[in-house]
């Protein structure tokens, strides 16, 4: 897994219909380490903290297409983490 630093929420909305993908499930984990696989369905958004552990397991057939949109606060834009000018 891996976590946004910098950013405040993310949210991430499958596109794909999830019939036509294999593998693909997105994953956050609870305070314990455990993984938590999510079953979302095309349209679902998950939001999250951007700074939590989470993932996407490796698509093995079909393509898998989502919107990831990152909020971050306003004392910590994206350009002082030099992705913008």
């Known amino acids: 897994g891996h976590r946004d630093i ?3 929420l993310t949210i991430s909305i499958l596109l794909s219909d999830p ?3 294999k593998g693909g499930d997105f994953v956050t984990y609870s ?5 938590i ?3 979302m369905k095309r349209g679902d958004a998950i939001l999250f903290n951007s700074e939590d552990l ?3 397991c490796t698509v093995t057939g079909g393509i898998r297409q989502s919107l990831v949109v990152e909020l971050w606060p306003s ?3 994206p350009t ?3 992705r913008y000018k």
Do not use: Q
Request: hydrophobic content about 20%.
């Open 19 to 21: 019939n036509g993908v």
């Open 75 to 77: 004392e910590s834009t």
């Open 54 to 56: 989470h993932n996407v």
């Open 6 to 8: 910098g950013s405040a």
């Open 37 to 39: 696989a999510h079953n």
């Open 31 to 35: 305070h314990e380490g455990l993984p």
């Open 80 to 82: 002082s983490h030099g």
